[in-house]
């Protein structure tokens, strides 16, 4: 059977939003255009900066998806990774034991030629790492690589990540989960402002906190 044209699922390596590199970024630019020029938070009132009332105005949920798409889509095109496209944002009810996970869909072909591109040692390594079980955590997995299905075409989404991890650290030297794809600050910035969703309601409360900053700029250059 040709499973070449085949869509596979894939959980894509991320570190999620919650207290990671990624929450950061937002965090930078809401104080980026909310901040004066030297980057000092201007206050709202007695309690409140202007970028902390920012937030409050931000549908994070789709300001999230969004990004998450344009993570997955920054993916494909440095990784070469022609098929790859963003399904879903799956986030937890609680954040105590797992975080935002980002799942997309892509072909058997390039699942097999991730395969083909990496080292297999390296790929035996990552899976005993990961579904090794231990005290606290019963893995569902084989942590021998050996053991799982010899054709990739039955393999899920959570085999399928640990490939790509294992292939993104190949082509990616540098440590590239949430630190090097996006570490320019253009690039963040402009990815940010984007995917930033403001809630109807709040609209005319985030006009006027850009007008506050305005206001406060234009006062202390007087």
Request: charge should be negative; aromatic fraction near 14%.
């Amino acid at each position: 059977m040709d499973n070449n044209n085949k869509i596979m699922e894939v959980i894509v390596p991320f570190s999620g939003f919650y207290h990671s590199v990624h929450n950061d970024y937002f965090d930078n630019t809401l104080e980026y255009c909310f901040n004066d020029d030297s980057g000092s938070p201007i206050d709202y009132d007695d309690h409140d900066s202007l970028a902390s009332k920012a937030s409050d105005c931000i549908n994070w949920r789709e300001t999230w998806v969004c990004y998450a798409d344009a993570y997955t889509d920054m993916i494909k095109s440095d990784f070469n990774l022609d098929s790859l496209k963003f399904k879903d944002l799956i986030s937890p009810k609680y954040y105590n034991y797992e975080t935002d996970r980002i799942l997309a869909e892509i072909s058997f072909s390039d699942v097999m030629a991730m395969y083909e591109a990496i080292d297999i040692e390296d790929l035996k390594t990552k899976v005993k790492e990961l579904f090794t079980s231990c005290s606290g955590y019963i893995s569902h997995y084989p942590s021998n690589l050996d053991d799982w299905d010899s054709d990739l075409a039955n393999w899920d989404h959570n085999q399928v990540m640990t490939l790509m991890e294992v292939y993104l650290k190949k082509i990616d030297k540098e440590e590239y989960l949430g630190y090097k794809l996006m570490d320019c600050w253009d690039s963040y910035y402009e990815v940010c402002m984007n995917c930033i969703v403001v809630m109807p309601e709040y609209r005319d409360e985030w006009s006027n906190l850009h007008n506050l900053r305005d206001q406060s700029m234009e006062a202390s250059n007087e």
